[in-house]
């Protein structure tokens, strides 16, 4: 059991590139979600998920784009990298049921230059 | 809106000494609230919830409704509590929709 896995844990991009970070959980959580960490700003939710087929904005959610055709991936999607997202990426899954905790992935550290 | 404020980035304590990490939110509902812990090289992960009144690893946390106050508390610092502390609100977005506050990084001084 991984629990939640992030790929990769390290990208360097330049302006205006697109790359996907992936998320992958084994744990058959309904709800997965993307948050984004920064210093002094705590953690800022992205994108989420509430299951196959079915995903909304969050609170950050310009520059991003996410589908989840499968329970188990919840790729985010980033359409033309900035500098203003260079940023730590958290995924996170969960029960749907209330006060269920997240389970958050190691994370993936972005530098866009 | 929903707002969750941690005062302290920083804090810093001897061994054996008191700790208070504050938390203080903004919310018109009834909310959830959360603490999360991160230790070096670890994932994030939850400590406690108030809805569960529980104590885990010697930490207590209260919900004070009049006060709109989560402080997270612990009576007796250890080296090993030295972590980043996220305190995290659920509201009318269901409970997997949390807002975390900055966060607070907690030093515990041998």
């Known amino acids: 059991n991984a629990g939640v896995t992030q790929t990769p844990k390290f990208q360097v991009l330049k302006t205006g590139q697109s790359m996907t970070l992936q998320c992958a959980q084994d744990?058959?959580?309904?709800?997965m979600s993307w948050y984004r960490q920064d210093p002094g700003m705590g953690l800022r939710l992205i994108h989420y998920?509430?299951?196959?087929?079915?995903?909304d904005q969050g609170e950050v959610p310009n520059g991003y784009n996410v589908s989840r055709s499968t329970t188990e991936d919840f790729p985010l999607r980033l359409l033309s990298a900035a500098p203003s997202q260079t940023s730590v990426y958290f995924c996170a899954s969960s029960y749907s049921q209330a006060n269920s905790p997240l389970h958050f992935g190691n994370g993936t550290r972005l530098t866009v230059t | 809106a929903q707002r969750v404020t941690q005062p302290e980035k920083l804090l810093s304590v001897f061994k054996g000494a008191p700790v208070e990490l504050k938390c203080n939110y903004s919310y018109s509902g009834s909310p959830e609230l959360f603490w999360y812990v991160q230790y070096s090289r670890q994932r994030l992960q939850l400590l406690l919830r108030?809805?569960s009144r529980e104590s885990i690893k010697g930490f207590t946390a209260d919900l004070n409704k009049g006060e709109t106050s989560f402080h997270l508390k612990k009576p007796f610092a250890q080296e090993e509590d030295s972590a980043m502390y996220y305190c995290a609100l659920s509201g009318d977005q269901g409970a997997q929709k949390l807002v975390f506050g900055q966060g607070t990084r907690l030093t515990i001084n041998p």
């Open positions: 998920s509430v299951g196959a087929g079915i995903t």
């Open positions: 744990m058959n959580h309904e709800y």
């Open positions: 108030h809805i």
